[in-house]
């Protein structure tokens, strides 16, 4: 698959959303409360998508996966680690989606590629994330691409449910 990706848009916010949200109800379906997964909103995602982008300050980027037709298929989002109000001067990959239908593709690969060595120029000595502890797929992704948990784990809450998140780490070059 021929990608292109590129720096997310305001344009691009409508399609990110739908990537997202499809994202979100595919890969944490019996993972997270049906009911919070039913709930989610393509329209108010995309608003939330737009807000962070006109009021960003450079520090997060953001990514889309361009297929060969131009049309988007996959999404990253990368910056400093969030650790309440310190700044360890690593960085954090919040977000990764691909379109359902586009998922063992190389979609993922390419973001995830694209946003270590975004990160590595920047100068980050590691980059960090958050998965759920129960989503085996997404584990192994991370995994196969050299991140491994680093015995942080903490509980996210959905609809009321604490679901438990591990933090993975992978040292980069620099």
């Known amino acids: ?48 998508r737009r807000t962070h982008l006109a009021q960003s300050d450079g ?38 989606y691909v379109h359902p239908d586009q998922v063992g593709r190389g979609v993922g690969r390419a973001l995830l590629t694209e946003s270590v060595a975004r990160c590595s120029t920047a100068g980050h000595g590691r980059l960090l994330l958050w998965v759920l502890k129960e989503n085996d797929r997404a584990r192994r992704f991370y995994e196969r691409a050299g991140f491994r948990a680093d015995g942080a784990e903490e509980p996210f809450e959905v609809d009321g449910v604490a679901v438990p998140e591990v933090r993975y780490a992978r040292s980069l070059p620099g």
């Not at 996959?74 to 977000?95: F, I, N, Q, S």
């Open 59 to 96: 520090s997060v980027v953001n990514l889309v996966a361009e297929d060969a037709g131009g049309g988007l298929v996959g999404w990253a989002c990368h910056g400093p680690y969030r650790d309440g109000e310190v700044r360890t001067g690593e960085a954090e990959l919040y977000a990764l």
């Open 1 to 48: 698959m021929s990608l292109r990706i590129r720096e997310m848009t305001l344009a691009d916010c409508d399609r990110v959303a739908r990537i997202r949200v499809g994202g979100w109800r595919s890969a944490y379906r019996g993972l997270i409360p049906q009911s919070y997964l039913d709930g989610l909103s393509v329209e108010a995602d995309a608003e939330r």
